[in-house]
């Protein structure tokens, strides 16, 4: 396998050290942080001893010709990178190997990395905002949000590095701005109390459409009982009330009835509003379908990548690894010569360099049209 695709996005990636003291080149140390992630490691030590175990493999491939560093030197040099460089590098990466299909849905929210936080600071736990393509479950970008700050910052500056044109872009309510509407040519964004007049508006319109025979999707699974319910209508008269929110054409509801395990019963409403003209089918697609990065990503990045439990937060470390996991993520997904969880992917490539080989060849051909 050669990795000169690979190194053609992120070989520019500038080394901070002294050139005369560079024993280990920060490319190496980086394909080698990639490869261990995609194999499950998940800190310092463990990718030291996955370099360890694959030394013979990495040295075919012209790396490592001095051995592999002990675990302080890949934790020093991986917390040097420089994120904005390190982004640049994922979002090229993504828009060369990625095409989209008009309408793809692209969900974007944000996940808190729990235990990222600086010892001395809890207020330092780092916040990551993603985007997703839920077509084939891969993450097109991320930023973090400024300190002090939250999503509402961050979402403009990740919408302004993507590629998005021809997409739907769903963003929960923290993300229903007008200014974020006016960035992306097809937004769905959910409506909530911190829009309370378009909310009322949106309700009211709503109204008499909720009010009919109830069209019920019903869902069972795990002890409970789940019913939904969407509606969808045009928004010519909001768009005239409310002219600030660019675009605007649809409105929609999607109502959830569920009984859980142990018969106690919920009822809720989510108001969206859409610059797409959205049939009622589609737009139960939609709001399953932004759903998909707590499931697929945020779920998959805790559960099966421990990312929750991962205590490395110092220099750009945390970021940086934030990151590396979307990669070996991406390229986990993209390999779809086994049907295979994340977690058992991981643990055959931990174990067969060939297979790992066929992973990271999968993440650098791309995607198949979404």
């Known amino acids: 396998m050669s990795i000169d695709a690979f190194s053609q996005y ?139 700050s939250n999503e509402i910052t961050a979402i403009p500056e990740l919408i302004n590095l993507l590629d998005i044109k021809g997409c739907l872009v769903s963003i929960d309510a923290m993300g229903c701005q007008t200014g974020i509407a006016k960035q992306v040519g097809d937004y769905l964004l959910a409506v909530k109390g911190n829009q309370k007049g378009l909310e009322k508006a949106v309700q009211k319109a709503l109204a008499p459409l909720v009010k009919k025979s109830p069209e019920c999707e019903i869902e069972h699974g795990h002890g409970r009982i789940e019913a939904r319910e969407y509606y969808v209508m045009p928004a010519q008269k909001l768009a005239i009330d409310f002219p600030d929110w660019q675009g605007l054409e649809t409105v929609g509801v999607a109502i959830s009835y569920r009984i859980d395990s142990k018969g106690k019963e919920s009822l809720e409403y989510r108001y969206y509003i859409s610059s797409a003209t959205l049939t009622p089918e589609r737009f139960a697609e939609a709001v399953r379908g932004h759903w998909e990065i707590e499931n697929r990503l945020h779920w998959v990045l805790d559960v099966t990548m421990n990312e929750d439990a991962c205590q490395i937060y110092r220099g750009h470390a945390a970021e940086i690894l934030a990151g590396v996991r979307h990669m070996a993520l991406n390229m986990l997904r993209l390999e779809t010569s086994k049907k295979a969880s994340i977690r058992r992917k991981q643990k055959m490539a931990s174990m067969n360099v060939a297979y790992l080989e066929q992973v990271i060849l999968a993440g650098i051909k791309g995607l198949t049209e979404m």
């Open 10 to 148: 992120f070989s520019v990636i500038q080394d901070t050290r002294q050139s005369a003291k560079i024993s280990y080149p920060l490319f190496d140390i980086l394909f080698l942080t990639v490869c261990a992630t995609i194999a499950g490691m998940e800190g310092w030590e463990d990718i030291e001893d996955f370099g360890e175990a694959h030394l013979d493999w990495l040295q075919d491939k012209g790396l490592f010709l001095q051995g592999i560093p002990v675990h302080d030197t890949i934790a020093r040099v991986v917390s040097s990178i420089e994120p904005d460089q390190f982004q640049d590098c994922f979002l090229k990466w993504m828009q060369a190997v990625n095409v989209h299909a008009n309408g793809a849905l692209i969900a974007i929210d944000g996940k808190v990395l729990r235990s990222s936080y600086n010892r001395e600071d809890r207020q330092s736990t780092l916040h990551m905002v993603s985007a997703f393509a839920t077509a084939n479950g891969v993450v097109m970008g991320q930023v973090k949000t400024q300190d002090k």
